[in-house]
């Protein structure tokens, strides 16, 4: 892989961690503004848990699209494009 590349796929790497944090600290602070309003307009029914869940579960996704990346990254997908070559020679 060209020294260009890499700095491409690295700066990619890092786009995607920022938009991950940015993710992450919205969501903290809106679930908790909601916390609040929820406190504040009706304590007896916790309809904040709701947001909270539903968008949790985007925030869990992002994160292992963005942490799985080591995974499943540019090293893997060079590891297997070579054993597929690897493989194509040696049934030809």
Do not use: C, Q
Request: glycine fraction near 10%.
């Amino acid at each position: 892989m060209e020294n260009g590349d890499e700095y491409v796929r690295a700066k990619k790497r890092v786009e995607n961690l920022k938009a991950f944090y940015i993710h992450l600290t919205v969501y903290v602070l809106v679930n908790i503004m909601f916390f609040v309003m929820n406190l504040l307009t009706d304590p007896g029914y916790w309809w904040f848990l709701y947001p909270l869940g539903g968008w949790g579960i985007g925030v869990l996704v992002h994160g292992i699209t963005t942490f799985a990346h080591g995974s499943f990254g540019a090293e893997w997908e060079e590891r297997k494009i070579k054993e597929y070559m690897e493989k194509n020679k040696k049934n030809s």
